[in-house]
């Protein structure tokens, strides 16, 4: 009975995979992927290890990637070489470094691989310390792109410690100041993080409505609010009255729909490091970049379906930490948390889902 079962664990997985992969050329966007509790039966193939410099990074070159005929329809007349400031185009901003590289890699394979016009898609990438011009060109020699440079003292000074690391590393702020980096007649963006891929659409998280609100995102308001900051936050009404008239809720900020030309005229990047000044001097959170964003925004956000943003799954390295997919239709999957899908495939101690990012990593020499 034991090998029956053993079986049955990974071919639940071995479907959750086959049902996402990018070697099926058609399929609609998922509607109830959910993971099982598969042990370290599940094994992957181990990928190169982790590069110390961009120098020693190595990604395939991605299949080519083309409009279906109904873009060409839409937008006839119309340059294939479009600018920046084209108004039919998608806008996707995403930062790049060498520790999450290979992550964003895979998140822009999967929003090509699921998007009717690919070619309609311009993406902005963020950096802060390395040339990754060249090699984001050899992965994807069409894509349309544009590299752009994040000073990281911009925030040095107003950066505090936090829980982990990780979060305290310049770059997570520069979504930040995506109205001082892009040019201005980008109106809207929709931002991502580097861990995570998309397996919808992308033109329909671009469509949606943000009413009256700047940002749009999807939120959790069962999610305990007050955790998010300290007590001498919630017992200091200088800080927690301004949530006054307001009923806050969590909402993850790797994920969000921005309106560029709102955020700028109502200055928000500003209102944002009034905040970080707060939290040098005073000590109301403990997380990195996220408590600004709800300080400024909860409460204020357009909601967007839970679908776009499956988070939570990254969680730990611990052994027997996976997660499981919130219920409800999937479009994107995202690893926030310290356990990264890549990290836990090389060490050939993956998670069940970690199998559902595999399909897009480009990271390594061609078979």
């Given at each position: ?31 109830a ?13 181990a ?7 961009v ?5 395939r ?8 005929n109904?873009c ?11 600018s ?29 691989h ?5 070619e ?12 990754l ?6 992965t ?5 792109f ?26 997570n702020?520069?979504?930040?100041y ?6 201005p ?11 995570l891929?998309?397996v919808?659409?992308?033109s329909?998280?671009w ?5 009256s609100?700047?940002?749009?995102a999807p939120?959790?308001?069962?999610a305990?609010?007050?955790k ?9 009404k ?9 009923k806050?809720?969590?909402?993850n900020?790797?994920?969000?729909v921005?309106d560029?030309f ?9 209102r ?54 919130h ?9 926030s ?18 199998a559902?990012?595999a ?9």
């Amino acid at each position: 009975m034991l090998w029956i079962m053993r079986f049955s664990g990974f071919f639940s997985a071995a479907m959750v995979m086959i049902i996402l992969s990018p070697s099926l050329q058609s399929f609609p966007p998922a509607e109830a992927i959910r993971s099982s509790h598969v042990d370290s039966y599940l094994r992957l193939p181990a990928h190169m290890p982790p590069a110390g410099t961009v120098d020693r990074f190595s990604f395939r070159r991605a299949a080519p990637f083309h409009n279906a005929n109904e873009c060409n329809s839409n937008h006839s007349g119309i340059s294939r070489d479009r600018s920046v400031c084209d108004p039919s185009l998608v806008h996707v901003a995403i930062t790049l470094d060498v520790e999450y590289l290979r992550g964003s890699i895979a998140a822009v394979h999967s929003i090509l691989h699921h998007s009717l016009c690919p070619e309609n898609i311009f993406f902005h990438f963020i950096v802060s310390d390395t040339n990754l011009e060249s090699l984001v060109k050899s992965t994807f020699p069409h894509l349309k792109f544009k590299v752009y440079y994040f000073d990281p003292k911009i925030v040095r000074n107003l950066i505090s410690t936090s829980v982990r690391q990780a979060l305290e590393q310049p770059l997570n702020y520069a979504r930040n100041y995506l109205v001082d980096l892009l040019e201005p007649c980008v109106r809207r963006v929709i931002y991502l993080d580097s861990d995570l891929v998309v397996v919808d659409d992308i033109s329909n998280l671009w469509s949606t409505s943000l009413g009256s609100r700047t940002i749009g995102a999807p939120e959790y308001c069962h999610a305990n609010f007050t955790k998010y900051f300290m007590a001498g936050f919630w017992s200091d009404k200088r800080f927690s009255g301004t949530f006054a008239g307001r009923k806050p809720c969590y909402f993850n900020t790797g994920v969000m729909v921005i309106d560029l030309f709102k955020w700028r005229r109502l200055g928000y990047t500003k209102r944002i490091e009034r905040w970080m000044e707060v939290q040098k001097s005073d000590r109301i959170y403990e997380l990195g970049s996220l408590p600004p964003f709800l300080l400024v925004f909860a409460g204020r956000v357009a909601p967007i379906e839970h679908k776009w943003n499956q988070h939570g799954l990254g969680g730990d390295n611990v052994r027997g930490s996976c997660r499981d997919l919130h219920p409800g239709p999937v479009s994107l999957l995202h690893w926030s948390g310290s356990g990264k899908p890549w990290d836990r495939l090389d060490s050939k101690r993956p998670c069940p889902l970690d199998a559902l990012w595999a399909p897009y990593d480009l990271y390594g020499h061609a078979q």
